[in-house]
C-alpha cells in the first residue's frame, strides 16, 4: 500500500463524508418519493417520475449549473435559505453533498419502488385487520419487507455519491480541503506536470472502496433479503 | 351474540347486493365460488368499502352508510383468517401471533397467550419461521394471530380449501375447538357442504352476489357442544 499525501487523504475523507451525508440526506425523500411513484395514481405522476429520473439522463455539468443558479448565493432559493437559516451551499462541503444526493437520488428512488411494488399488499391488510393503523402497517410490516431495497438504493446513491464529479466541479469547484473530492483531486493530478502517481493511487483506492461498497451491500441486502422472506 | 350485514357495491361486473342477521354463534356462508362470499366479509373488515351498507356486531355499528358512520379497518376488532393465510414472512410465529395483541386495548384483551397457544396446539412452533410451517400449522398460526387480536367477531375465509385431504382432517378439530371456545361470533365462509354441516348452526347462502336463503337452525348440530 503506497503512503497518502496529506492532501489525498483529506480529499478521500471528504468523499466518504460527502457521499454519506448525501445518501443519509436522500433516503427519507427517497422512501417518500417511491411510495408515492408506486402507490398512488394522480395526474402528473408521469412528470413526477421524469424529474426524478432527469439527473440520469441530463450531462452533469447541466444539473451542476441549474444548482448553482437556484443554489447560488443569488440564486432564489439559495439566497432565501442564507438570509433564513444562515445555510450556504454554493462553494462549500454541503453544496457537494446536495449535488451528489440530487445525482445519486434516480438510482435510490427507483430501487426502493420496485421493492415497493413487490410487497403483497394482501399483508397489509391482514395488518390492519390486526388493529395497525396505517402509519403501523408501514412501520411493521411494509419498512421490514422493503428493506433490502432500501439497502441496495441507499448503496448505488452512495456509489454514485462518492464517483460524482460533473455536477459537484461545476456547483461547488474544487477547493482542497472544502470541495475537492477524490474524482476532482484526480482531475487536479491530470492536470499538473508528474500528477501520474498520485492519479494512480487514488484510482486504485476509488477502485478499493467502490467495490468493497458494492460487495458490502449486495451482502447485507442478500441477508436481510433472506431474514424478511423467512427463510 | 348478533350480527347485521347489509352491503351493495358494484366490483368490476359483479354487484354484490347481499343482506343478513343472525344470532347464530357461528353462521356459515355458502356458495359456489364467485357467489361474492369472500366480498361480503371483506365488507365486514373493511378491506370492501361499500357504495351502501350497514354492518353491527353485537348492537356495536361498524358501518353504517346512511348515519355516515365508517369505522376504520384498525378500529373494527373485526379478526379475519385468510384462506392463504397472510403470516408475517419477516416475523416469527411468536411475533406473528403477539402482533394483533399488541395493538389491542388492554381492557378489551380476551384470550391470554398461553389459552391460545395451547388450545390450537402452537407451543412446538413459536420459535420457528414461517416458512419452517406447512399449511396446516399456518392456518393454526392464522387463527391464533386473529385470536389473540381480541376480535369481537371473527371471520373465516375458506381456511382449509388450500389444504389436500390429509391436512384438512388435520386442522378440523382445531376449528371445531375454536368453535367451542371463542367468546364472539364467527362467520365461516365455505363452499364445502361437509364443512359447514360440521361446524355451523346457521347458513348464509349466496349465490350470484345475492344472499338466497337463511336457515338459522334453533336445534345444536351434533358436533356443536355449547359452553
Redesign the interface.
Known amino acids: 500500500m503506497p503512503t497518502l499525501t496529506p492532501e489525498e487523504l483529506t480529499a478521500i475523507k471528504l468523499s466518504l463524508r460527502v457521499a454519506a451525508v448525501a445518501t443519509l440526506f436522500a433516503l427519507p425523500f427517497g422512501v417518500a418519493i417511491a411510495l408515492v411513484l408506486a402507490r398512488t395514481r394522480f395526474y402528473g405522476r408521469a412528470l413526477l417520475n421524469a424529474l426524478v429520473l432527469l439527473p440520469l439522463v441530463l450531462p452533469p455539468v447541466v444539473t451542476g449549473y441549474v444548482l448553482l443558479l437556484l443554489f447560488g448565493k443569488q440564486g432564489p432559493i439559495g439566497r432565501w435559505l442564507y438570509d433564513s437559516f444562515g445555510i450556504v451551499f454554493a462553494f462549500r462541503w454541503t453544496g457537494a453533498a446536495l449535488a451528489c444526493a440530487i445525482m445519486g437520488f434516480p438510482l435510490l428512488v427507483r430501487a426502493i419502488q420496485l421493492a415497493i411494488e413487490a410487497v403483497d399488499t394482501r399483508l397489509e391488510q391482514a395488518a390492519s385487520t390486526l388493529g395497525a393503523s396505517r402509519p403501523w402497517v408501514f412501520l411493521t410490516v411494509t419498512l421490514p419487507l422493503i428493506a433490502p431495497g432500501i439497502i441496495a438504493g441507499a448503496i448505488l446513491c452512495f456509489a454514485r455519491a462518492m464517483g460524482e464529479f460533473g455536477a459537484t466541479i461545476t456547483f461547488v469547484s474544487n477547493i482542497p480541503g472544502e470541495t475537492q473530492t477524490l474524482p476532482t483531486l484526480i482531475y487536479t493530478f491530470t492536470q499538473v506536470p508528474g500528477g501520474d502517481a498520485g492519479a494512480f493511487r487514488l484510482t486504485l483506492i476509488s477502485l478499493a472502496i467502490s467495490l468493497g461498497a458494492i460487495l458490502a451491500a449486495e451482502g447485507i441486502a442478500q441477508a436481510v433479503g433472506r431474514r424478511v422472506r423467512g427463510q | 351474540m348478533s350480527l347485521e350485514v347489509k352491503a351493495l357495491t358494484r366490483l368490476g361486473d359483479f354487484t354484490l347486493d347481499a343482506e343478513f342477521a343472525t344470532d347464530g354463534k357461528i353462521t356459515a356462508i355458502f356458495g359456489p365460488s364467485g357467489a361474492g362470499k369472500t366480498s361480503l366479509i371483506n365488507v365486514i373488515?373493511r378491506?370492501i368499502e361499500p357504495e351502501r351498507g350497514r354492518v353491527a356486531v353485537d348492537g356495536a355499528v361498524l358501518l353504517d352508510t346512511e348515519r355516515g358512520i365508517d369505522i376504520?379497518?384498525?378500529?373494527?376488532?373485526?379478526?379475519?383468517v385468510?384462506q392463504?393465510s397472510?403470516l408475517?414472512?419477516?416475523?416469527t410465529v411468536k411475533q406473528n401471533l403477539l402482533?394483533?395483541r399488541?395493538?389491542?386495548p388492554h381492557e378489551l384483551r380476551q384470550a391470554s397467550f398461553d389459552e391460545v397457544t395451547e388450545l390450537l396446539d402452537l407451543g412446538p412452533l413459536l420459535h420457528r419461521?414461517?416458512?419452517q410451517l406447512s399449511g396446516g400449522e399456518k392456518q393454526r398460526v392464522a387463527m391464533g394471530?386473529?385470536l389473540l387480536?381480541s376480535p369481537r367477531l371473527l371471520l373465516l375465509d375458506e381456511p382449509l380449501s388450500s389444504l389436500d385431504e390429509a391436512r384438512k382432517q388435520e386442522v378440523m378439530p382445531f376449528l371445531e375447538r375454536l368453535r367451542d371456545h371463542a367468546r364472539m361470533p364467527i362467520v365461516y365462509v365455505s363452499h364445502s357442504v361437509a364443512e359447514v354441516e360440521r361446524l355451523a348452526n346457521s347458513v348464509v347462502f349466496m349465490e350470484a352476489g345475492r344472499v338466497t336463503e337463511i336457515r338459522q337452525d334453533s336445534t345444536t348440530p351434533p358436533l356443536l357442544n355449547e359452553q
Not at chain 2, 376504520?72 to 379475519?80: K, L
Not at chain 2, 408475517?88 to 416475523?91: K, N, Q, V, Y
Open positions: 373488515a378491506l376504520p379497518a384498525h378500529r373494527r376488532r373485526v379478526g379475519y385468510f392463504e397472510r408475517f414472512p419477516h416475523l402482533y394483533g399488541w395493538f389491542a419461521g414461517t416458512r394471530r386473529a387480536a
